[in-house]
């Protein structure tokens, strides 16, 4: 069968995906929206082949680690299941930034491999069908699949048809740069699914959390719609802080940040005070991440630079979605 390598880019979300209402078929409790960034890209190239007796999976040209490689067998079931076939894959995935760099990798991953192993079994699926295989694998790779400006919508239907990520606006329509700083280039202690179900069952702040979620992404879409930046930056800084603050109330409380994550927010609202456009955002991990105007990138790199227990630099700016390049 033929060999089929995609590209998908990670994103961020301004409007957090924090909490499921499925785990099995990561279903979130709320709705999200996020941007593509480039050139935090992930290369996926799919090739089923009847004389493999099981998947084969490489991350950057040697084997995957058995947890990685299990996940992506588990993944490429659901691809098998809908093309009736069994045949196993040999799978080779590639990221351009650095895996050990504390970036979450798992959105552009799947992403990616939605897009090869659909192809590679002979499937041809829409948009909204890729970006709903992609959130099986993880949930915040359905929003890798359109890039842009993408919004998750929850979804009501308990099979998660509607539970999938559309565009809202594409790359150059508006004037945003993130610039990420690796305050820790070490794994995470805690992996995404487990904090989501431990704050979603013990945090007092859930509930209202999901609540203002919903209000947030209103907000948030109807500012990308009128380029409010100011807007959007103040929402995307109220989701970051409202995920973090359900997520320390958690028991045990769940602590992301560490002292140059705290040190980087202070100086990104400094910035912003000395009449800078920058908002900050942050991940469940201690990473900082600036949301900026193109003229105030500079300044915005050049003070992450200097602050000390900042390893790392990204700047990126908005990209596309998933596809096909081989
Ligand atoms: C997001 N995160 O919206 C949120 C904000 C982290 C904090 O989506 O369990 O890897 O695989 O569905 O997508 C990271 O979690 O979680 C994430 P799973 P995922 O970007």
Not at 114 to 139: C, M, Y
Not at 140 to 153: F, T
Not at 171 to 190: F, H, N, Q, S, T
Request: proline share 5%; glycine share 8%; charged share 20%.
């Amino acid at each position: 069968m033929a060999r089929f390598t995609a590209r998908a880019l990670a994103n961020v979300a301004l409007v957090k995906y924090f909490g499921k209402r499925d785990t099995e078929l990561n279903l979130p409790a709320a709705g999200s929206l996020s941007i593509a960034l480039e050139p935090l890209a992930t290369t996926t190239t799919v090739e089923f082949d009847e004389a493999l007796p099981a998947d084969r999976v490489a991350l950057d040209d040697a084997p995957a680690p058995s947890e990685f490689a299990a996940r992506v067998s588990r993944f490429l079931d659901l691809v098998r299941d809908r093309a009736g076939t069994s045949l196993r894959a040999r799978v080779k995935t590639a990221n351009e930034f650095p895996t050990a760099a504390g970036l979450a990798s798992s959105a552009s991953g799947f992403a990616a491999l939605a897009v090869a192993a659909s192809g590679a079994a002979g499937l041809q699926l829409g948009d909204s069908e890729l970006s709903a295989l992609a959130r099986r694998g993880s949930g915040s790779a359905c929003r890798s699949i359109p890039g842009g400006v993408a919004v998750w919508e929850a979804g009501v239907d308990p099979d998660g048809h509607d539970s999938i990520a559309r565009r809202i606006a594409a790359p150059d329509e508006l004037d945003l740069r993130v610039v990420v700083g690796i305050a820790d280039a070490g794994p995470k202690p805690l992996g995404s699914t487990t904090s989501m179900e431990r704050v979603r069952r013990t945090s007092p702040y859930y509930r209202a959390w999901v609540e203002s979620t919903a209000s947030d992404l209103e907000v948030a879409a109807a500012a990308v719609a009128d380029r409010d930046y100011a807007r959007l930056g103040e929402v995307a800084e109220r989701s970051a802080l409202g995920m973090h603050a359900a997520a320390l109330a958690a028991r045990p409380g769940i602590l992301f940040w560490n002292g140059t994550t705290v040190a980087a927010l202070r100086c990104i609202r400094e910035l912003r005070a000395a009449g800078h456009g920058v908002w900050f955002t942050c991940d469940a991990g201690p990473q900082p991440k600036a949301l900026c105007r193109s003229a105030d990138e500079p300044a915005v790199a050049a003070a992450f630079e200097q602050l000390a227990g900042i390893e790392q630099v990204i700047r990126c700016r908005i990209g596309g979605g998933a596809t096909l390049i081989g």
